[in-house]
């Protein structure tokens, strides 16, 4: 081999390099958090543990893939669990499993309780995944700062049922409560399964909840809304292809996306809605989702407060808990419910 063959070769394996380095160095750019000076050193230090690393949780599965899914179920459950866990360590709630209108819940009590007619429904979020046990997390913040009982919803996830029937199972628990005295809440997919099933309630000529708190809430399944671009690299925890989109598709055919009992955002709410408080972070990818329902509910005169928080997470409540943005959101629930 000759001089110009060595300098070749070397030339290569300098280019394979450099390009090495490059792909290192995009790869820590663009999956960086970045952390404005606007919000809490608290909120700060939590910020600098995420990573919007692509590999750092799976792909959803196929629809058909049930085995799949399960597994992914399973997976994520142990690791909402154990978060929960911490919440549920500190606040010593006291939480028991039921049944109402033959769909199973768990009754969360907040710490030296004082009974009260008024009872918030909870519904949680991550249709295809979560469980209502492994996000407890949420009801038990919710107990603690507005000192009243939480149900939180055990509705069936889909890929095992469509929208027609956790709907339905919502609708079920809310009608065997005195529905005068309930306030719903609902996180992320909760927050737009509560929504619709009330729609469907209003509806079918029942009678509605008191009050509605949306904790990010996912309210177009569909992919639009100008947050999924903007805010695609700035959101460490979803990316709507990898994380959305397969279990929105799971949850409703195509051909329903855009019903209101789906994608509440489309919904028509000058026939009546209760009050609503929505509370979001702008750093989360949902932006959009948490501006344009605002606007809907605003336009049919319904009474609703849009409560955002400056670089907060998707469901910073409970993923950011006990700091300063945290505390005050949980607060404005407290003074929502509170207000007649």
């Excluded at 399944?221 to 989109?245: A, V």
């Excluded at 028509?268 to 990818?285: S, Y």
Aim: net charge neutral; hydrophobic share 40%; charged share 20%.
């Amino acid at each position: 081999m000759n001089m110009s063959s060595i300098i070749i070769v070397d030339r290569k394996r300098l280019n394979r390099f450099m390009q090495s380095i490059r792909l290192i160095v995009s790869n820590a750019y663009a999956y960086s958090v970045y952390i404005p000076k606007t919000v809490s050193p608290e909120a700060a230090a939590i910020l600098k543990t995420f990573t919007k690393d692509p590999n750092q949780d799976p792909n959803s599965p196929s629809i058909t893939d049930i085995e799949g899914w399960k597994k992914l179920s399973d997976q994520l459950c142990v690791t909402r669990s154990k978060q929960s866990k911490q919440i549920i360590d500190i606040y010593k709630p006291d939480i028991s499993k039921n049944i109402i209108g033959n769909v199973p819940v768990y009754e969360v009590k907040p710490a030296n309780y004082v009974a009260s007619d008024k009872v918030i429904v909870h519904l949680h979020g991550g249709f295809s995944v979560y469980n209502a046990n492994a996000t407890l997390g949420s009801p038990v913040l919710i107990a603690n700062a507005t000192g009243l009982k939480v149900i939180s919803v055990d509705y069936t996830k889909d890929p095992f049922v469509k929208w027609q029937s956790a709907t339905d199972e919502v609708i079920s628990v809310l009608r065997e409560l005195n529905i005068s005295n309930v306030i719903l809440s609902g996180e992320s997919a909760g927050g737009s399964l509560g929504p619709s099933s009330i729609l469907k309630m209003r509806d079918q000529g029942l009678q509605m909840p008191e009050a509605v708190i949306l904790w990010s809430p996912w309210t177009d399944l569909t992919d639009s809304g100008d947050s999924y671009n903007t805010l695609r690299d700035e959101d460490p925890i979803q990316s709507y292809q990898k994380h959305l989109k397969i279990p929105a598709i799971a949850y409703a055919n195509n051909t329903d996306m855009k019903d209101p009992y789906v994608s509440p955002v489309f919904g028509d709410f000058k026939k009546g809605f209760p009050r609503t408080l929505i509370q979001g972070g702008t750093k989360d990818i949902m932006l959009s989702n948490f501006i344009r329902i605002f606007q809907v509910l605003d336009k049919a005169d319904i009474p609703v407060k849009l409560d955002l928080y400056e670089g907060m997470i998707h469901l910073f409540q409970k993923r950011m808990y006990n700091t300063p943005e945290s505390n005050m959101a949980l607060q404005k629930v407290k003074d929502f419910i509170n207000t007649t």
